[in-house]
């Protein structure tokens, strides 16, 4: 019977450094496995891993919409968007239109206990309104091909624990009809500037960092949709790195579908940046899968390309 | 897997069964394996990140020699399905 406390005894970073080794052998790759692991299945790591997580970092900081105190953070909030493909709206043919989702859980194949798993997910990145009729977002999301395929909706959140808002006024829809500006670049800038078919008037101008850059180590908070899921927020995060031109790195808590997510300065509510790169979201716990939150050390970071890098584009609001 | 039963230095070709190939794999180090086995393949690197879409994405940054004698690089953006199944997206010029 392998020693539990062996693997409590690990740093969360040589779990996770198991992990993927474990999982590249199954395929062509030999990574070298750590020996001392040799005794613990897959699920046991995988626990203690979850387990020191939670040691490290607490909680995960991702809350809903309706869990926040109106304020700054909740106005943050309404300039942000979820992006669906038009095939992904249902006009209803009464004013409104259904948002097409597929259960979280069951699409992930999460296991029980994983956090929001009960929720519909359908958004395939998220954007944030920068000028009455401009979304900014990542520009591996939008580009000239698809851009006119592309809806952005307002107000796809919870409105309680138990129920989502997926049937949504067709005033809260918005279509895209063209680039404003876009940039692509491997492991640099990664945004979209898009033109929507008409002006927003009734949600608020998230306003953009336009020059200098953001201080080392400034606390900031990302609006988005996590896994396509509804509008969550997630604050509890920093600046750890800020040496790049094009982009900052967070410890920001985010998954594939936050692409495009305003990050905030969470003094100034000034838009920093736009989330677009990071780590692995899930990994395999036995016959499911988990989130894998990292630790401080552990992983890579969140990559956040600069709004300073589209600024230029986006006309000066009134009162900014 | 379709497109690998015989390697060739035509980047035409390489493009030509890319989509196919990466619907058909079932790991990234499959996808490699199968890039890199092309005689005009100088490098192929996977980079590290995850484009954080719904679903996420990765890519491949290849380096293809020509008969010309100039390289040829180009990014193999595919998505990430899970329960190992992939989707080509696009190719594009570094």
Redesign the interface.
């Known amino acids: 019977m392998p020693d539990i406390k062996k693997l409590e005894a690990l740093p969360a970073a040589d779990l996770l450094q198991e992990l993927r080794n474990r999982h590249?052998t199954?395929?062509?790759?030999w990574p070298r496995l750590n020996g001392d692991l040799r005794d613990f299945g897959d699920e046991a790591i995988a626990a203690a891993l979850i387990g020191s997580q939670k040691l490290i970092y607490g909680i995960d900081d991702r809350s809903d919409v309706y869990q926040l105190s109106p304020g700054p953070d909740l106005d943050d909030v309404d300039s942000a968007v979820a992006l669906f493909r038009a095939a992904g709206v249902a006009d209803n043919g009464d004013g409104t239109s259904t948002l097409r989702t597929v259960n979280f859980g069951s699409e992930?194949?999460l296991c029980p206990g994983e956090r929001f798993r009960e929720q519909p997910?359908g958004?395939?990145?998220s954007g944030v309104l920068v000028a009455p009729d401009i979304i900014a977002t990542?520009g591996?999301?939008v580009n000239s091909g698809n851009v006119t395929d592309v809806r952005f909706v307002f107000g796809f959140r919870m409105r309680d624990a138990t129920t989502a808002q997926t049937v949504i006024g067709n005033r809260e829809i918005y279509r895209g009809v063209a680039l404003v500006g876009h940039q692509l670049v491997?492991?640099g800038s990664?945004w979209a500037l898009v033109r929507l078919d008409r002006n927003v008037t009734n949600h608020r101008i998230a306003r953009i960092r336009r020059t200098g850059r953001i201080a080392d180590g400034q606390a900031v908070h990302v609006i988005g949709?996590p896994?396509?899921l509804p509008t969550k927020f997630a604050g509890g995060a920093v600046v750890r790195d800020n040496a790049q031109g094009a982009f900052f790195v967070a410890n920001l808590d985010?998954?594939?579908?936050?692409?495009g997510s305003p990050v905030f300065n969470s003094d100034t509510h000034e838009v920093e940046g736009l989330?677009?790169?990071?780590?692995?979201?899930?990994v395999r716990q036995g016959t499911c899968?988990v989130s894998l939150v990292c630790p401080t050390t552990g992983c890579?970071g969140?990559?956040c390309t600069r709004a300073t890098e589209f600024a230029e584009l986006v006309p000066l609001q009134p009162g900014s | 897997m379709s497109g690998s039963a015989s390697p060739n230095d035509d980047i035409g070709e390489l493009e030509k069964a890319l989509p196919g190939v990466a619907n058909d794999a079932?790991?990234l180090?499959?996808i490699e394996?199968w890039i890199r086995a092309h005689r005009c393949v100088k490098s192929v690197e996977l980079?590290?990140?995850?484009?954080?879409?719904?679903?996420?994405?990765r890519?491949f940054?290849i380096e293809c020699g020509t008969q010309d004698g100039t390289t040829v690089r180009k990014?193999l953006?595919i998505y990430?399905l899970?329960?190992r199944k992939f989707q080509f997206n696009s190719l594009r010029d570094?």
């Open positions: 590249r199954r395929f062509f790759l992930q194949n997910t958004a395939f990145c990542a591996h999301c491997g492991n990664d949709h896994s396509g985010t998954y594939g579908g936050n692409s989330l677009v790169r990071g780590d692995t979201d899930f899968q890579r969140e990559d | 079932h790991s180090d499959e394996t980079a590290p990140h995850l484009l954080k879409s719904n679903p996420p994405q890519d940054v990014v953006n990430v899970g329960n570094r």
